[in-house]
Protein backbone atom coordinates (compact mmCIF):
# COMPACT_ATOMS: atom_id res chain seq x y z
CA UNK A 1 0.00 0.00 0.00
CA UNK A 2 1.41 3.37 -0.90
CA UNK A 3 1.48 6.19 1.92
CA UNK A 4 -0.95 8.46 1.51
CA UNK A 5 0.01 12.39 2.35
CA UNK A 6 -2.52 14.05 4.36
CA UNK A 7 -3.45 17.60 4.97
CA UNK A 8 -5.80 19.20 7.17
CA UNK A 9 -7.85 22.71 7.40
CA UNK A 10 -8.00 23.56 10.77
CA UNK A 11 -6.21 21.68 14.08
CA UNK A 12 -8.99 22.50 16.86
CA UNK A 13 -9.89 19.79 19.20
CA UNK A 14 -11.43 17.84 16.84
CA UNK A 15 -8.75 18.02 14.43
CA UNK A 16 -5.82 16.82 16.81
CA UNK A 17 -7.90 13.91 17.80
CA UNK A 18 -7.81 13.11 13.43
CA UNK A 19 -4.27 13.76 13.85
CA UNK A 20 -3.90 11.40 16.70
CA UNK A 21 -6.07 8.54 14.97
CA UNK A 22 -3.98 9.15 11.26
CA UNK A 23 -1.09 8.29 13.29
CA UNK A 24 -2.59 5.11 14.24
CA UNK A 25 -3.06 3.72 10.29
CA UNK A 26 -0.32 2.15 8.09
CA UNK A 27 1.30 4.14 5.46
CA UNK A 28 -0.30 7.71 6.11
CA UNK A 29 1.68 11.14 7.05
CA UNK A 30 0.45 14.32 7.70
CA UNK A 31 2.62 16.40 5.34
CA UNK A 32 0.54 19.66 6.18
CA UNK A 33 -1.87 21.66 8.42
CA UNK A 34 -3.75 25.13 7.86
CA UNK A 35 -4.26 26.73 10.94
CA UNK A 36 -4.73 30.30 11.85
CA UNK A 37 -4.95 30.07 15.58
CA UNK A 38 -1.36 29.99 17.18
CA UNK A 39 -2.18 28.18 19.94
CA UNK A 40 -3.86 25.32 17.65
CA UNK A 41 -0.93 25.57 15.81
CA UNK A 42 1.98 25.21 18.47
CA UNK A 43 -0.09 21.68 19.88
CA UNK A 44 0.02 20.69 16.08
CA UNK A 45 3.45 21.43 15.65
CA UNK A 46 3.71 18.64 19.15
CA UNK A 47 1.70 15.99 17.10
CA UNK A 48 3.76 16.48 14.10
CA UNK A 49 6.52 18.12 14.27
CA UNK A 50 7.77 16.93 11.04
CA UNK A 51 4.44 18.93 8.98
CA UNK A 52 4.21 22.51 7.44
CA UNK A 53 2.03 25.20 8.22
CA UNK A 54 0.83 27.02 5.40
CA UNK A 55 -0.11 30.38 5.21
CA UNK A 56 -3.26 29.88 3.58
CA UNK A 57 -5.79 27.64 1.92
CA UNK A 58 -4.29 28.40 -1.45
CA UNK A 59 -0.76 27.80 -0.21
CA UNK A 60 -1.59 24.71 1.37
CA UNK A 61 -3.28 23.87 -1.81
CA UNK A 62 -0.38 23.99 -4.05
CA UNK A 63 1.54 21.67 -1.98
CA UNK A 64 2.12 18.63 -4.73
CA UNK A 65 2.69 15.49 -2.69
CA UNK A 66 -1.12 16.27 -0.94
CA UNK A 67 -3.57 13.49 -1.16
CA UNK A 68 -6.12 14.05 0.26
CA UNK A 69 -7.78 16.78 2.85
CA UNK A 70 -9.83 16.57 6.33
CA UNK A 71 -11.21 19.50 6.93
CA UNK A 72 -12.01 20.61 10.67
CA UNK A 73 -12.44 24.16 10.53
CA UNK A 74 -15.31 25.98 12.48
CA UNK A 75 -18.63 24.60 10.95
CA UNK A 76 -19.66 27.52 9.46
CA UNK A 77 -16.43 27.80 7.23
CA UNK A 78 -16.71 24.21 5.58
CA UNK A 79 -18.91 25.09 2.77
CA UNK A 80 -16.81 28.50 1.48
CA UNK A 81 -13.97 26.05 2.25
CA UNK A 82 -15.14 23.29 -0.40
CA UNK A 83 -15.90 26.27 -2.94
CA UNK A 84 -12.19 27.08 -2.35
CA UNK A 85 -10.98 23.52 -2.97
CA UNK A 86 -13.20 22.69 -6.23
CA UNK A 87 -12.16 26.34 -8.01
CA UNK A 88 -8.50 25.39 -7.13
CA UNK A 89 -7.69 21.45 -7.26
CA UNK A 90 -9.97 18.73 -6.61
CA UNK A 91 -8.84 16.32 -4.14
CA UNK A 92 -10.65 13.48 -2.03
CA UNK A 93 -12.05 15.38 1.25
CA UNK A 94 -13.22 14.24 4.95
CA UNK A 95 -15.77 17.14 6.23
CA UNK A 96 -16.49 17.24 9.34
CA UNK A 97 -20.32 17.38 10.51
CA UNK A 98 -22.38 19.48 9.63
CA UNK A 99 -21.76 19.79 6.20
CA UNK A 100 -22.73 23.05 6.32
CA UNK A 101 -25.08 25.97 8.51
CA UNK A 102 -26.86 28.10 6.54
CA UNK A 103 -30.36 27.04 4.72
CA UNK A 104 -29.28 29.47 1.78
CA UNK A 105 -26.21 26.60 1.31
CA UNK A 106 -28.31 23.85 0.44
CA UNK A 107 -28.41 24.16 -3.05
CA UNK A 108 -24.91 24.81 -3.81
CA UNK A 109 -24.42 21.80 -2.08
CA UNK A 110 -26.74 19.87 -4.27
CA UNK A 111 -24.95 21.14 -7.57
CA UNK A 112 -21.25 20.85 -5.71
CA UNK A 113 -22.35 17.10 -4.91
CA UNK A 114 -23.25 16.84 -9.08
CA UNK A 115 -20.02 18.58 -10.36
CA UNK A 116 -17.49 17.12 -7.78
CA UNK A 117 -14.89 15.03 -9.19
CA UNK A 118 -13.49 12.90 -6.24
CA UNK A 119 -15.07 11.03 -3.50
CA UNK A 120 -15.97 13.43 -0.54
CA UNK A 121 -16.80 11.64 2.87
CA UNK A 122 -18.74 13.33 5.76
CA UNK A 123 -17.58 12.67 9.07
CA UNK A 124 -20.46 11.11 11.02
CA UNK A 125 -18.11 9.17 13.08
CA UNK A 126 -20.66 8.19 15.53
CA UNK A 127 -21.65 5.12 12.93
CA UNK A 128 -18.64 3.61 14.16
CA UNK A 129 -18.65 3.77 17.48
CA UNK A 130 -18.15 -0.17 18.22
CA UNK A 131 -21.63 -0.64 20.25
CA UNK A 132 -23.43 1.15 17.88
CA UNK A 133 -21.76 -0.51 15.26
CA UNK A 134 -22.65 -4.08 16.65
CA UNK A 135 -26.16 -2.73 17.19
CA UNK A 136 -26.53 -1.79 13.44
CA UNK A 137 -25.25 -5.64 12.91
CA UNK A 138 -27.89 -6.99 14.73
CA UNK A 139 -30.13 -4.72 14.45
CA UNK A 140 -33.09 -6.15 11.78
CA UNK A 141 -32.45 -10.06 13.05
CA UNK A 142 -33.53 -9.18 16.36
CA UNK A 143 -36.22 -6.39 15.70
CA UNK A 144 -37.79 -8.12 12.63
CA UNK A 145 -38.14 -4.75 11.28
CA UNK A 146 -37.14 -0.81 13.11
CA UNK A 147 -40.74 0.77 14.30
CA UNK A 148 -39.80 3.25 17.20
CA UNK A 149 -36.07 4.35 17.26
CA UNK A 150 -35.28 6.16 20.88
CA UNK A 151 -32.23 8.12 20.92
CA UNK A 152 -31.01 9.69 24.50
CA UNK A 153 -28.14 12.49 24.92
CA UNK A 154 -26.94 13.38 28.15
CA UNK A 155 -24.04 14.64 28.68
CA UNK A 156 -21.89 17.92 29.59
CA UNK A 157 -21.84 21.31 27.89
CA UNK A 158 -20.40 22.39 25.25
CA UNK A 159 -16.67 22.80 25.40
CA UNK A 160 -14.80 25.92 25.06
CA UNK A 161 -13.78 26.20 21.20
CA UNK A 162 -11.08 28.79 19.26
CA UNK A 163 -12.88 32.32 19.60
CA UNK A 164 -15.91 30.55 21.18
CA UNK A 165 -17.38 30.47 17.62
CA UNK A 166 -19.68 27.53 19.30
CA UNK A 167 -22.13 29.79 21.10
CA UNK A 168 -23.92 31.16 18.45
CA UNK A 169 -26.18 29.74 16.57
CA UNK A 170 -25.47 31.91 13.55
CA UNK A 171 -21.70 29.68 13.45
CA UNK A 172 -23.41 26.29 14.03
CA UNK A 173 -26.82 25.90 12.78
CA UNK A 174 -28.30 25.77 15.98
CA UNK A 175 -27.63 22.76 18.57
CA UNK A 176 -30.28 20.75 16.70
CA UNK A 177 -27.67 20.81 13.94
CA UNK A 178 -24.64 21.03 15.11
CA UNK A 179 -24.57 18.64 18.18
CA UNK A 180 -27.63 16.24 16.70
CA UNK A 181 -26.59 15.76 12.83
CA UNK A 182 -24.78 12.78 13.44
CA UNK A 183 -27.85 11.29 15.72
CA UNK A 184 -30.70 12.14 12.32
CA UNK A 185 -28.14 10.35 10.21
CA UNK A 186 -28.07 7.40 13.13
CA UNK A 187 -32.42 7.59 12.58
CA UNK A 188 -32.12 7.19 8.61
CA UNK A 189 -29.26 4.73 8.81
CA UNK A 190 -31.46 2.69 11.79
CA UNK A 191 -34.95 2.43 9.94
CA UNK A 192 -33.63 2.64 6.35
CA UNK A 193 -36.16 5.57 4.85
CA UNK A 194 -36.28 9.05 4.61
CA UNK A 195 -37.96 11.36 6.93
CA UNK A 196 -41.75 12.83 6.71
CA UNK A 197 -42.04 15.42 8.93
CA UNK A 198 -40.27 16.51 12.15
CA UNK A 199 -41.53 17.86 15.59
CA UNK A 200 -39.62 19.54 17.86
CA UNK A 201 -39.52 21.57 21.69
CA UNK A 202 -35.85 23.13 22.68
CA UNK A 203 -34.45 26.28 24.51
CA UNK A 204 -31.66 27.37 26.45
CA UNK A 205 -32.36 26.26 30.25
CA UNK A 206 -28.60 26.63 31.95
CA UNK A 207 -25.75 26.41 30.42
CA UNK A 208 -24.07 29.70 29.17
CA UNK A 209 -26.65 32.18 30.78
CA UNK A 210 -24.17 34.03 32.62
CA UNK A 211 -21.32 34.41 29.12
CA UNK A 212 -20.90 37.37 27.10
CA UNK A 213 -18.85 37.50 23.97
CA UNK A 214 -17.65 41.27 22.41
CA UNK A 215 -21.35 42.26 24.16
CA UNK A 216 -23.39 39.31 22.93
CA UNK A 217 -25.09 36.24 24.71
CA UNK A 218 -24.68 32.89 23.93
CA UNK A 219 -27.61 31.69 22.00
CA UNK A 220 -27.19 28.32 21.67
CA UNK A 221 -29.59 25.62 22.60
CA UNK A 222 -29.35 23.25 25.77
CA UNK A 223 -31.79 20.88 26.12
CA UNK A 224 -34.44 19.26 23.37
CA UNK A 225 -36.62 17.00 22.17
CA UNK A 226 -37.31 16.03 18.41
CA UNK A 227 -39.99 13.58 17.15
CA UNK A 228 -39.26 12.23 13.61
CA UNK A 229 -41.74 10.37 11.38
CA UNK A 230 -40.28 8.32 8.52
CA UNK A 231 -41.69 7.33 5.03
CA UNK A 232 -42.06 3.91 6.09
CA UNK A 233 -43.95 4.17 9.22
CA UNK A 234 -41.45 3.89 11.84
CA UNK A 235 -40.83 6.72 14.12
CA UNK A 236 -37.64 8.18 16.20
CA UNK A 237 -37.03 10.38 19.05
CA UNK A 238 -34.35 12.20 20.52
CA UNK A 239 -33.22 13.35 23.98
CA UNK A 240 -31.11 15.89 24.64
CA UNK A 241 -29.76 17.49 27.71
CA UNK A 242 -26.63 19.28 27.97
CA UNK A 243 -26.51 19.80 32.43
CA UNK A 244 -26.54 16.24 32.73
CA UNK A 245 -22.87 15.58 33.95
CA UNK A 246 -22.35 12.85 35.73
CA UNK A 247 -24.31 10.62 33.59
CA UNK A 248 -23.26 6.83 34.07
CA UNK A 249 -23.69 6.46 30.03
CA UNK A 250 -23.43 9.53 27.38
CA UNK A 251 -25.58 7.69 24.67
CA UNK A 252 -28.16 5.45 25.09
CA UNK A 253 -29.78 3.95 21.64
CA UNK A 254 -32.75 1.71 21.82
CA UNK A 255 -34.39 0.32 18.63
CA UNK A 256 -37.58 -2.08 19.02
CA UNK A 257 -39.74 -3.72 16.69
CA UNK A 258 -42.28 -6.84 16.27
CA UNK A 259 -39.56 -9.33 17.45
CA UNK A 260 -37.75 -7.91 20.32
CA UNK A 261 -35.68 -4.79 21.29
CA UNK A 262 -31.92 -4.17 21.02
CA UNK A 263 -30.34 -0.88 22.40
CA UNK A 264 -26.37 0.21 23.41
CA UNK A 265 -25.18 2.21 26.02
CA UNK A 266 -22.46 4.59 25.34
CA UNK A 267 -20.24 6.24 28.01
CA UNK A 268 -18.88 9.04 27.47
CA UNK A 269 -15.41 10.50 27.15
CA UNK A 270 -12.90 8.66 29.95
CA UNK A 271 -11.68 12.02 30.67
CA UNK A 272 -14.56 13.48 31.89
CA UNK A 273 -15.84 10.43 33.92
CA UNK A 274 -15.91 11.56 38.10
CA UNK A 275 -13.12 8.60 39.35
CA UNK A 276 -15.06 9.14 42.64
CA UNK A 277 -18.10 7.22 41.06
CA UNK A 278 -15.83 4.05 40.76
CA UNK A 279 -14.74 2.25 37.99
CA UNK A 280 -15.52 3.73 34.28
CA UNK A 281 -18.57 1.70 32.47
CA UNK A 282 -18.20 -0.19 29.61
CA UNK A 283 -19.95 0.01 26.36
CA UNK A 284 -22.69 -2.55 26.13
CA UNK A 285 -25.16 -4.17 23.64
CA UNK A 286 -28.47 -5.53 25.22
CA UNK A 287 -30.43 -7.80 23.11
CA UNK A 288 -34.06 -8.95 24.82
CA UNK A 289 -36.09 -11.21 22.21
CA UNK A 290 -40.27 -10.40 22.60
CA UNK A 291 -40.48 -13.91 22.90
CA UNK A 292 -38.50 -14.92 25.25
CA UNK A 293 -37.86 -13.85 29.10
CA UNK A 294 -34.53 -12.45 29.76
CA UNK A 295 -31.91 -10.26 27.50
CA UNK A 296 -28.09 -10.92 26.54
CA UNK A 297 -25.88 -8.10 27.27
CA UNK A 298 -23.11 -7.83 25.65
CA UNK A 299 -19.81 -5.70 26.69
CA UNK A 300 -18.01 -4.43 23.71
CA UNK A 301 -14.81 -3.25 24.69
CA UNK A 302 -12.77 -0.37 23.00
CA UNK A 303 -8.69 -0.80 22.20
CA UNK A 304 -7.55 1.58 25.13
CA UNK A 305 -4.66 3.28 22.38
CA UNK A 306 -8.14 4.45 20.43
CA UNK A 307 -9.51 5.65 23.60
CA UNK A 308 -6.20 7.61 24.44
CA UNK A 309 -6.49 8.91 20.26
CA UNK A 310 -10.08 10.64 20.68
CA UNK A 311 -13.44 11.43 22.84
CA UNK A 312 -15.12 8.77 20.34
CA UNK A 313 -14.79 5.51 21.77
CA UNK A 314 -12.39 4.57 19.10
CA UNK A 315 -14.98 5.76 15.59
CA UNK A 316 -12.81 8.29 14.60
CA UNK A 317 -10.15 5.47 13.77
CA UNK A 318 -12.11 3.20 12.32
CA UNK A 319 -14.06 5.67 9.87
CA UNK A 320 -10.35 6.68 8.89
CA UNK A 321 -9.64 2.92 7.96
CA UNK A 322 -12.78 3.71 5.50
CA UNK A 323 -11.38 6.57 4.13
CA UNK A 324 -8.04 5.43 3.78
CA UNK A 325 -9.40 2.64 1.50
CA UNK A 326 -11.72 5.69 -0.46
CA UNK A 327 -8.61 7.62 -1.24
CA UNK A 328 -6.90 4.66 -2.62
CA UNK A 329 -9.51 3.80 -5.03
CA UNK A 330 -11.11 1.05 -3.38
CA UNK A 331 -14.46 1.71 -1.76
CA UNK A 332 -17.06 4.71 -2.46
CA UNK A 333 -17.88 6.62 0.81
CA UNK A 334 -19.69 5.53 3.37
CA UNK A 335 -21.31 8.08 4.41
CA UNK A 336 -22.05 10.52 1.22
CA UNK A 337 -22.22 13.91 0.55
CA UNK A 338 -26.30 13.55 0.47
CA UNK A 339 -26.02 11.65 3.38
CA UNK A 340 -24.42 14.85 5.09
CA UNK A 341 -27.24 16.96 3.60
CA UNK A 342 -29.85 14.98 4.59
CA UNK A 343 -28.80 15.46 8.30
CA UNK A 344 -28.81 19.08 7.96
CA UNK A 345 -32.02 19.71 6.78
CA UNK A 346 -33.48 17.05 9.50
CA UNK A 347 -31.51 19.51 12.06
CA UNK A 348 -33.03 22.38 10.37
CA UNK A 349 -35.89 21.43 10.40
CA UNK A 350 -35.56 20.71 13.92
CA UNK A 351 -34.52 24.18 14.56
CA UNK A 352 -37.47 25.38 12.82
CA UNK A 353 -39.99 23.43 14.71
CA UNK A 354 -38.84 24.48 18.11
CA UNK A 355 -38.75 27.84 16.82
CA UNK A 356 -42.36 27.96 15.54
CA UNK A 357 -43.76 25.10 17.20
CA UNK A 358 -45.33 23.58 14.46
CA UNK A 359 -44.13 20.56 12.57
CA UNK A 360 -42.04 20.43 9.42
CA UNK A 361 -42.74 18.44 6.48
CA UNK A 362 -39.87 17.54 5.12
CA UNK A 363 -39.33 16.20 1.05
CA UNK A 364 -35.89 14.93 0.29
Known amino acids: MKTIHY ?9 QEH ?54 SPNFTHVDILKQIADTRPLPILVEKPLFTNPSDANYLTEFKATYPCPVWVAMEYR ?5 AELLEQVDSVTGGVNMLTIREHRFPFLEKVNDWNRFNKNTGGTLV ?13 INSNPSSVM ?27 IVNFENGARAMLELCMFAEG ?9 IGRDGKIECKIPGPSRFWDKSLGAE ?19 IPVDPKLLDAGDHNGSTFYQHLGFQQTVLGNQDPEVSLHDGWVAVMMGMAAQESARTRQAQALSL
Request: proline content about 7%; glycine content about 6%; aromatic content about 6%.
Open 281 to 299: PSPKVIISPRVKKGALELD
Open 128 to 132: YMPPL
Open 178 to 190: EKCCHYFDLMRLV
Open 19 to 72: IKNIKLLENTAVVAIYEPNAAMQKIAKQLVPDCVFPNSIAELLAIKMIDCLVIV
Open 7 to 15: ALIGCGMMG
Open 200 to 226: ASAGQAHNHLEESYNGEKPDIWDHGYV
Open 247 to 255: SRYQEEITA
